[in-house]
Nanobody, 113 residues
Framework: QVQLVESGGGLVQPGGSLRLSCAAS????????IGWYRQAPGKQRAVVAI???????HYSEFAKGRFTISRDNVKNTVYLQMNSLTPEDTAVYYC???????WGQGTQVTVSS
């Protein structure tokens, strides 16, 4: 089973950008659809964006126009480029196979001045 590890979070000012990485222990090509999710304090985990093996992508409304998900099948890494960040984007961000119910530790993103 391919393990996924998130990284790239941190503290950023409103309006700033971050790029999150999701590194796989094996070939991500074996995972049909990978998603980025986030969970803010006191809220349920929510989908941010998903990317299929074939290149199709889908974004939640709040992510459209600001976030970009991409898969690098050579580096076995999935990225989430986040621009124009606001304090409402503060959350722990996770990546996962959309069919999996097991979650990693995620990476904390804090947007604050």
């Amino acid at each position: 089973q391919v393990q996924l590890v998130e990284s790239g979070g941190g503290l950023v000012q409103p309006g700033g950008s971050l790029r999150l990485s999701c590194a796989a222990s094996g070939s991500i090509f074996s995972i049909a659809t990978i998603g980025w999710y986030r969970q803010a304090p006191g809220k349920q985990r929510a989908v941010v964006a998903i990317a299929s093996r074939g290149g199709a992508t889908h974004y939640s409304e709040f992510a459209k126009g600001r976030f970009t998900i991409s898969r690098d099948n050579v580096k076995n890494t999935v990225y989430l480029q986040m621009n124009s960040l606001t304090p409402e984007d503060t959350a722990v961000y996770y990546c996962n196979d959309v069919t999996s119910s097991e979650w990693g530790q995620g990476t904390q993103v804090t947007v604050s001045s």
